[in-house]
Nanobody
Framework: QVQLVDSGGGLVQAGGSLRLSCAAS????????MAWFRQAPGKEREFVAT????????DYADSVKGRFTISRDAAKNTVYLQMNSLKPEDTGVYYC???????????WGRGTQVTVSS
């Protein structure tokens, strides 16, 4: 019932920056928060960041805290992930997801590839 289109990935050198976007459409009235996850080659998917849509509180994985910033544009139904000071270990496929008030991640984007070279 919610469609997510994530974009903005690419190839960047260590220390560089990228901004990912996640545009939502459809029935989003039940969405409590939006989150970013990532999956590195050969590893399981891991949480990156989340933002509560109503008033904007955020949370981050320790590995990205201080380097990544999640934000929202309510008028555009879009969530962003600004990634600065990128490291090779940030490489992976990044996915955006919706989260219900009960903690269920029920809608996912297709993923966008982020590759950080050393």
């Amino acid at each position: 019932q919610v469609q997510l289109v994530d974009s903005g990935g690419g190839l960047v050198q260590a220390g560089g920056s990228l901004r990912l976007s996640c545009a939502a459409s459809g029935r989003i009235s039940s969405t409590y928060a939006m989150a970013w996850f990532r999956q590195a080659p050969g590893k399981e998917r891991e949480f990156v960041a989340t933002i509560i849509l109503n008033d904007g509180p955020t949370d981050y994985a320790d590995s990205v805290k201080g380097r990544f910033t999640i934000s929202r544009d309510a008028a555009k139904n879009t969530v962003y992930l600004q990634m600065n000071s990128l490291k090779p270990e940030d490489t992976g496929v990044y996915y955006c997801a919706t989260e219900t008030a009960s903690g269920q991640y029920d809608n996912w984007g297709r993923g966008t590839q982020v590759t950080v070279s050393s």
